[in-house]
């Protein structure tokens, strides 16, 4: 099992920056990929979380055109954390920000936003824009 728990969100006016963290703990060497994903208001379920960010156990990063140049994903191996860098943030980008975890072999492109992908999933933490 692996635990991942976020922190670092909260209320920021529109065009200013959060950073996110996730804590990984437990069996983090069963996991090559990790990502954010966001639930706006009003939408429940897995399936209506967005991908936005997701790094691979080589680096790789993708982001959806919707954070594209604004926010950045990085990940400190030795202390087992994720972070997402938002910058320039806009009202539209509020919403309920989670950390997921996924063991991948032999990923397509299509899995690395897809909810449908990821095995472990944080409890959410809530980023505020206000105009």
């Known amino acids: 099992q692996v635990q991942l728990v976020e922190s670092g969100g909260g209320s920021v006016q529109d065009g200013g920056s959060l950073t996110l963290s996730c804590a990984a703990s437990?069996?983090?060497?069963?996991?090559?990929?990790m990502g954010w994903f966001r639930q706006a208001p009003g939408r429940e379920g897995v399936a209506e979380r967005e991908?936005?960010?997701?790094?691979?156990?080589?680096?790789?990063?993708i982001y959806a055109d919707s954070v594209k140049g604004r926010f950045t994903i990085s990940k400190d191996i030795a202390k087992n954390t994720l972070y997402l860098q938002m910058n320039s943030l806009k009202p539209e980008d509020t919403a309920m920000y989670f950390c997921a975890a996924g063991r991948w072999d032999r990923p397509k492109p299509h899995w690395y936003l897809s909810f449908r992908y990821f095995t472990w999933w944080g409890q959410g933490i809530q980023v505020t824009v206000s105009s």
């Open positions: 991908g936005i960010a997701t790094i691979v156990s080589d680096g790789t990063t």
């Open positions: 437990g069996d983090t060497s069963s996991t090559n990929s």
